[in-house]
């Protein structure tokens, strides 16, 4: 048997680099297991524990999509929809997209609570390639008129187990009305 290395992958070689910048080589379980399946188009319930890897085994195949197909930015759009519980983790998944897709043009933001939104309003105008969110403020920004979701892509619901315990299941259900039916999705 093999052992899968990252350069072994069929990410973009921009990715690749950033990778190698990092001392990345070997995917972990999650990640040897998802990648592939990901870059086929499938969609992927993905279990594993936290500080395995998750981040990535969902950000490096997304990246590698907006490489291998760009498009332009639409106003109060994105591409990409990455639900989280808090913002702790938002910030966390938007720091691994801008580490892993630092060799790529590409626009990403992050909508959160607790914060003044005109920042965040001020982000989407142009539209975004990915969006890491909360779904409470989510919810606010399409309601004022500031977000379109018509776009997406790419829908993660990461901590999806956490999010639910924390009484977000409406919320996901009122945003899953939102985005189209035709969508990659990733449930980890």
């Known amino acids: 048997m093999t052992k899968t290395t990252f350069a072994s992958l069929p990410l973009a070689a921009p990715i690749q680099r950033a990778l190698a910048e990092r001392d990345y080589h070997a995917p972990t379980p999650i990640q040897a297991q998802s990648i592939p399946l990901l870059l086929k188009g499938r969609d992927l319930l993905g279990c594993a524990q936290t500080g395995t890897g998750k981040t990535a085994a969902f950000s490096l195949p997304i990246l590698h999509a907006f ?44 909508v959160y609570g607790g ?29 004022q008129g500031h977000l379109d979701l018509s776009g997406v892509e790419f829908f993660v619901l990461d901590e999806v187990d956490r999010m639910l315990d924390m009484g977000f299941v409406n919320d996901v259900k009122k945003i899953v009305a939102l985005i189209p039916r035709k969508r990659q999705s990733l449930f980890f």
């Open 67 to 110: 490489h291998a197909d760009p498009k332009p930015l639409r106003p109060r759009q994105t591409r990409t929809l990455v639900l989280t519980p808090t913002r702790e983790l938002a910030m966390q998944v938007g720091k691994s997209f801008s580490d892993y897709g630092s060799h790529l043009r590409f626009r990403h933001a992050l």
């Open 115 to 143: 914060v003044g939104q005109q920042p965040q309003v001020k982000a989407l105008r142009q539209g975004v390639d990915v969006l890491v969110a909360c779904p409470g403020r989510l919810l606010d920004l399409v309601n």
